[in-house]
Each structure stands twice: as structure tokens, then as C-alpha cells.
């Protein structure tokens, strides 16, 4: 049997932790470390030894997985940043380049805030479970479950990867352009070689297409991936794919095992006092109905969750004003403090406004990072407007709206062409999916088509005087939108070649 024996790992820089969840007996984390050619006979004192299969199936749940996308933060119409926070960081940080939009910076040296790592250490995680539980002793049943999570996982990370590091799948050049290394196989010292932005396509689509069926309705606990949550991965990908149809049906699977909806208009009244209980006891933490994978927005944990929303939490003047456009938006007036609020993360007078800090995952998290059912909601009426089915979109948008805004005028008509059908769906996407990946996806992936293209103009600075102010552009073709491979991952691989003509 192929137990691992080894709980030391020694190659320096190459060290990750995996948390361990227990149910009924909460999260325990508990550090291993592995080697892949060195290991020892007996197991260190309070260490464990992971040799059978429920103990890999565990390793699947890490209620501590999070990205902190600061490589790519601003390069969104959406986000704003405390001006002193920019100044001066023009040249220097993934802050100051992104959100002066600067093709002239130097970007190839910079840390990504282990945005790269947290992806592939994610990826080995899962490579570490299926390389080594057939040989595990436990039940079959585990066993293939526990392979159909990874494997889900997997493709997530993959996902998210291609997206951020390569240039977005446009069917006539996909097969040309350079990707990213798709790993299968747990191995620290291996130096592969990128695949195609088509090729991991098909890798994540095949992963995801023989998994997602053997995933559990209900599993174990949260931070195992359900069949809902499978099936909406593949709708995204599907859709970023443009494969309108199979995005439809994987959609509608989704939303018929988890189609919930909170109400806004309820939380609305929890916190007007017109009903007496605290609507976090309803909605807190992992009480959320609408949400299908739980991930930080942050490096791990609350912690790094708050530092994000205090330097990120601050949306644009623009998309301020694209709520404003309807008075009743309860994402708005729900979760954003109008003027800014006394805070030293927040600059009045920049005609942004910051999130609520009050707001956390203990009462109600609006802010989307991982997956929630408005997403498949959205991804399916965007999958019925490419399919001309513009009644069936409008409904659907429609479903939505009527729980995010508190009033009558929460629905709109059926637009008169497939366009308006899109823009819409941009639109409630853009006020939907706030923070984490989505808007910088979203951007890269229409910027492909010409009627949907976005050109981003940020003016800046707005309240300090003593900088000039400049307006500042970024193309839809800027090369910004793809992201550099770290320089410490390119070290380690050679064969990792950048996406840019840097």
C-alpha cells in the first residue's frame, strides 16, 4: 500500500497546509507536510499518518481556501481604491499599475499576493488525494466520491487559473494561444510544460463532465462540493466556452437541485427593526441558502477577508451611479454606506462609496467569491439570450430583481433585441457578482466580441490636490488583462513562459 508515512516536509519554499475538517468536532488544522522522495517509518509524535480513504476524502474540505486577487483588483470598472494607496505606486505595485492602467510598468518582478500559489497548492491538494486513495484502505463508495470532489476542485483552480494568467478562450485562436500548466499528478519537482487556453478547456469540461454526477446532493459538510455547485461550475465554464446550449442545461440542473433566493427585502426589514430577530441568526455565517461554494476573498480566513474589504472595499463612482439609477437597489443601500463613512480606508469627496465593515460573514455576505445561485441564475439567462430566447432570459433576470429591490419596479420588459437582452445581464451581473473574480472575467471574455467590448476610463486624482489629475484609459485589448506567471513560479519552472510580450 502506498501509505504516506512522511509528516515532514524540508524542501524550503515548497511548504503548504492542509486543514483538516471533522464534523461534530469543528475545524482542526493540522500542518503536513509531504515529500514525494523522502520519507521516514515512523510517524513524528502528534503527527497523523493519512492512510485510509475517509482520512483523503477529509483532506478534500479546507475551510480555509481563499485567493486575494490584488493582481488583477483594479483593472475592473468596478472597484475604487483610497487615493494615498496609489500615489506614488505607479510603477511599483499591482495597485498603482492596475489602476493607472500602466502598460509602460515593469510587471514581470512582482508578487501576486500568492494568488498563483494559493491556485496550485489547491491543485496538488486534490493531485494528493487521487494519486493516492485507491490504494488506501476504506470503502469504494469514499473512494469515488472522494475522487469526483477532487476532481471538481480541481477544475475550479484550473478555471480560475486559465482565466487569470492566459488570454480568454476565443474560438479562433484558443488552439494557438498559451496557457497554463495543467498539473494531474502530485508532484513538487515536476516542470511541465503550458498547454494550449484549448486544451485546458478540454481538460477542465472532460474533469468536470465525469465528475459532477457522482458529486452528493448533501455532503458532509460545506466545504465539500455539492452536485449543485458541479453543475454551475460547468454551466460557467460552458459559458465562458461559448457553448450556449450545454451552459443552458448544466444551468437548469443547478438551480433544480439549489434554486434558493434570499430576499432582500427580508433583510431590509431585519435591519429596520421590523422584525425582532437578527437576521445573522438566519443568514450568518454558513447559513447563506444561496450559496454553493464557500471561499475566502483573502489569502485565508476572516482575517485576510477583512484587510481585503477595508483596501478593496470601495466601488467606483461609476457603478455608485449605476445603483443610483434605481433608488430601490437594495445591494446598494443594504451593504454601502452613502458618502463613505468616518473610516481611515475611505476618501471623501471621491464620489465612491465603501462597504459597510458592519457587514460580515456573521450577518449576511453579499459579496460573491466563490459561487451562488444568482450566478447560475444568470449564467442561464445569458445562455437563453445567446439562444434568442429573450422572454425566458427577462424572466429569469426578473426572478432575480424581485429580491434585490424593494420595489414594483424591479421588473423589466422584454428587451427588443439580443443586445439590450445582454446588456441587461451585464448589468445585473456587474451589481450582482461584486468583488473576487467575476467583473475581471467578465471583461476579458465580452471584450472578445465587439459589441460588448469595454473601454475603462478612470479620472484621478479626485480629492488630493497636489498630484495632477489625469484621466487614465484602458483598452479592451490591453495586454494588463492577462497576468503575469510570478517570477518565483517561473523560476522553478523554466518551460513557464509568459502570456504577454513582456
Known amino acids: 500500500m502506498k501509505a504516506i508515512k512522511n509528516t515532514i ?11 483538516l475538517i471533522k464534523e461534530g468536532l469543528g475545524i482542526v488544522l493540522l500542518f503536513l507536510f509531504f515529500s514525494c522522495d523522502n520519507y521516514i517509518d515512523i510517524t513524528p509524535k502528534g503527527s497523523i499518518t493519512v492512510d485510509s480513504a475517509p ?6 474540505a479546507n475551510p480555509m481556501r481563499g485567493y486575494h486577487p490584488s493582481a488583477f483588483a483594479f483593472l475592473t470598472d468596478e472597484l475604487w481604491s483610497k487615493e494615498s494607496n496609489i500615489i506614488g505606486n505607479e510603477n511599483t505595485s499591482y495597485n498603482g ?4 492602467f500602466n502598460e509602460q510598468a515593469d510587471r514581470k518582478l512582482l508578487a501576486d499576493n500568492n494568488l498563483y500559489e494559493n491556485m496550485y497548492s489547491n491543485i496538488l491538494r486534490m493531485n494528493l488525494v487521487l494519486d493516492n486513495i485507491d490504494e488506501a484502505e476504506g470503502p469504494q463508495e469514499t473512494k469515488t466520491l472522494a475522487k469526483a470532489e477532487a476532481r471538481t476542485y480541481r477544475a475550479f483552480d484550473h478555471f480560475l487559473a486559465v482565466n487569470t494568467f492566459a488570454k480568454a478562450y476565443t474560438p479562433s485562436t484558443a488552439e494557438q494561444d498559451g496557457g497554463i500548466c495543467i498539473m494531474e499528478h502530485y508532484d513538487l519537482e515536476a516542470t511541465p510544460k503550458k498547454a494550449t487556453v484549448a486544451q485546458v478547456y478540454d481538460f477542465i469540461i472532460r474533469e468536470l463532465e465525469e465528475a459532477v454526477p457522482l458529486l452528493q446532493e448533501k455532503p458532509t459538510n460545506i466545504y465539500h462540493p455539492n452536485r449543485a455547485f458541479g453543475y ?6 460552458y459559458l465562458f466556452h461559448r457553448d450556449w446550449q450545454k451552459a443552458k442545461e448544466a444551468a437548469e440542473k443547478s438551480l433544480a437541485l439549489n434554486d434558493a433566493l434570499v430576499d432582500y427585502n427580508e433583510i431590509n426589514a431585519f435591519r429596520r427593526g421590523i422584525l425582532d430577530k437578527n437576521y445573522g441568526d438566519k443568514y450568518g455565517d454558513d447559513r447563506n441558502p444561496e450559496v454553493l461554494s464557500y471561499i475566502w476573498n483573502g489569502s485565508s480566513g476572516w482575517t485576510s477577508e477583512s484587510a481585503h474589504f477595508k483596501t478593496y472595499g470601495m466601488i467606483s463612482p461609476e457603478l455608485v451611479q449605476l445603483f443610483k439609477q434605481e433608488k430601490d437597489d437594495l445591494r446598494y443601500t443594504l451593504f454601502f454606506m452613502e458618502n463613505g463613512q468616518p473610516t ?3 476618501d471623501s469627496g471621491s464620489g465612491a462609496d465603501i462597504w459597510i465593515e458592519t457587514v460580515t460573514t456573521s450577518k449576511f455576505m453579499y459579496a460573491t467569491m466563490g459561487m451562488k445561485t444568482p450566478e447560475v441564475y444568470l449564467t442561464l439567462a445569458e445562455a437563453e439570450a445567446r439562444l ?4 425566458k432570459a427577462t424572466e429569469l433576470v426578473n426572478k432575480l430583481r424581485a429580491h434585490r429591490l424593494s420595489s414594483a419596479n424591479s421588473q423589466i420588459s422584454v428587451p427588443s433585441s439580443q443586445a439590450d437582452m445582454m446588456k441587461a445581464i451585464i448589468l445585473e451581473r456587474r451589481k450582482e457578482l461584486l468583488y473576487g473574480f467575476h467583473r475581471f472575467f467578465d471583461l476579458k471574455r465580452l471584450n472578445i466580441e465587439p459589441e460588448y467590448q469595454t473601454t475603462i476610463t478612470r479620472t484621478f486624482p479626485i480629492v488630493t490636490k497636489s498630484v495632477p489629475q489625469q484621466t487614465y484609459t484602458l483598452r479592451p485589448d490591453s495586454r494588463l ?4 506567471f510570478p517570477l518565483s513560479a517561473r523560476d522553478k519552472n523554466p518551460n513557464l513562459t509568459l502570456n504577454t510580450d513582456e
Do not use: D
Request: glycine content about 8%.
Open 97 to 100: 499599475i492596475n489602476f493607472t
Open 344 to 346: 481611515t480606508w475611505f
Open 55 to 60: 482520512q483523503y476524502y477529509e483532506l478534500i
Open 481 to 484: 488583462y492577462i497576468i503575469p
Open 232 to 237: 454551475g461550475l460547468l454551466a460557467q465554464v
Open 9 to 19: 516536509k524540508t524542501i524550503a519554499g515548497r511548504l503548504f497546509c492542509l486543514p
Open 388 to 391: 434568442g430566447n429573450l422572454p
